[in-house]
Structures are given as structure tokens and as C-alpha cells.
T-cell receptor, first 115, second 113 residues
């Protein structure tokens, strides 16, 4: 069975500072990994995805994530935080190899940007 | 392009009543998913369809929950009878095909009194 662990339910950074949101996964097969962002009262929007191509994945809004198989991690980073980045971020894994395609989500990390 | 459309956006009803949530996926997308989001359990996959056929419904919590996809452009999630613990935000998502990114609707916020 696959699972996702997001360390830190809340992360607070200053505007302009580095953003680092942590995600660790477990999967019995090579995973497909995703980061989604959710703004208040809205659905989830895809930030980026890893599908076994390049291990460093660039997404929208200046975010990127690096797949590290040895650490089973897929941490999300952004060099300089902006006030508009304040939102809930979800890491998710898809177990395509097992035939299932629904996403398994982490519990989410609420990103707070301090002015 | 129109995204995934869910209706209603908000639903408040009394326990015991039947609730029907609706979803229109993005045109041309062959996979459709229903998720539930609560504070306690986060985002959970309830069921998903591929080419209108239910593939995995192991996440459906009880027999009170049922989902249908009569055609490629419409799906429903029904709860009968509803209970207060069903209160949550229900999301529908669609993807072009298995393995491609899922696009989410804005959700239905359901409150069962």
C-alpha cells in the first residue's frame, strides 16, 4: 500500500525567504508523485508532477521539487516566498504500477507567509 | 476551457435526507474521481471511473454511498440516508487517462444537520 507523509502541518516563512515543504512517500512500485496547492474555498491545482523522467521537476509559480529515491522524498521548494504563496499544499502519490490510479494524499501543509 | 464543474457548491440538509452531488468532467477526459476532504482524515479517494466504468470503489465508506457515471460527461455521488458525519467537502476530479494529472473542481461543501 502506498502512503505519503508531510512533515509539519504548518510552515511559516518570511516574505522573500526560502520555502521548503517536506514530503516522504512509500510505494511498492516506482511512483508517480505530485504536488497540489489549495487556496481557500477552492479545489486543488496541480503545481508539478514527477513521472520518472528528470529527478528535478519544475512547476508553476516558481516551485520545484526533487525526487530522491534513496530518501523516498519529494520535497517542494521555492527560492523566494511571496505573499500570494500562502495556501495549503498537498503531496500525493499514484500507484500506477499496481493498476490503481486514484491519488493518495498527505495530510497537507499550511504555508504561512510573514510580511 | 471549462474546468471540472461541480454542483451544488454548498448543500445543507437534515440527517436522513438523500443528497446528490453532481460532476461534469472536462470534455475528453476518460477518468473521473470522487474525493472527500475532512479535517480529521484529510483527502480520501472514494471511487474512480475509467471510460464510465467504476474501477475502484474500495474507498466508499458505507453502502449509504453510491456513485454512477451514466455517460462521459456526467457523474453523481449519492448519500442515502445522510448522517452528520458525512459533512465534508466533496471533490470531483478528472484526467485525460490513467496516469495523467487530475484536474479538480471547486468542490461541494456538504453540511448534514
Amino acid at each position: 500500500a502506498q502512503s505519503v507523509t508531510q512533515l509539519g502541518s504548518h510552515v511559516s516563512v518570511s516574505e522573500g525567504a526560502l520555502v521548503l515543504l517536506r514530503c516522504n512517500y512509500s510505494s511498492s512500485v516506482p511512483p508517480y508523485l505530485f504536488w497540489y496547492v489549495q487556496y481557500p474555498n477552492q479545489g486543488l491545482q496541480l503545481l508539478l508532477k514527477y513521472t520518472s523522467a528528470a529527478t528535478l521537476v519544475k512547476g508553476i509559480n516558481g516551485f520545484e521539487a526533487e525526487f530522491k529515491k534513496s530518501e523516498t522524498s519529494f520535497h517542494l521548494t521555492k527560492p523566494s516566498a511571496h505573499m500570494s504563496d500562502a495556501a495549503e499544499y498537498f503531496c500525493a502519490v499514484s500507484d500506477l504500477g499496481g493498476g490503481a490510479d486514484g491519488l493518495t494524499f498527505g495530510k497537507g501543509t499550511h504555508l504561512i507567509i510573514q510580511p | 476551457d471549462a474546468g471540472v464543474i461541480q454542483s451544488p457548491r454548498h448543500e445543507v440538509t437534515e440527517m436522513g435526507q438523500e443528497v446528490t452531488l453532481r460532476c461534469k468532467p472536462i470534455s475528453g477526459h476518460n477518468s473521473l474521481f470522487w474525493y472527500r476532504q475532512t479535517m480529521m482524515r484529510g483527502l480520501e479517494l472514494l471511487i474512480y471511473f475509467n471510460n464510465n466504468v467504476p474501477i475502484d470503489d474500495s474507498g466508499m465508506p458505507e453502502d449509504r454511498f453510491s456513485a454512477k457515471m451514466p455517460n462521459a460527461s456526467f457523474s453523481t455521488l449519492k448519500i442515502q440516508p445522510s448522517e452528520p458525519r458525512d459533512s465534508a467537502v466533496y471533490f470531483c476530479a478528472s484526467s485525460l487517462e490513467p496516469g495523467t494529472p487530475q484536474h479538480f473542481g471547486d468542490g461541494t461543501r456538504l453540511s448534514i444537520l
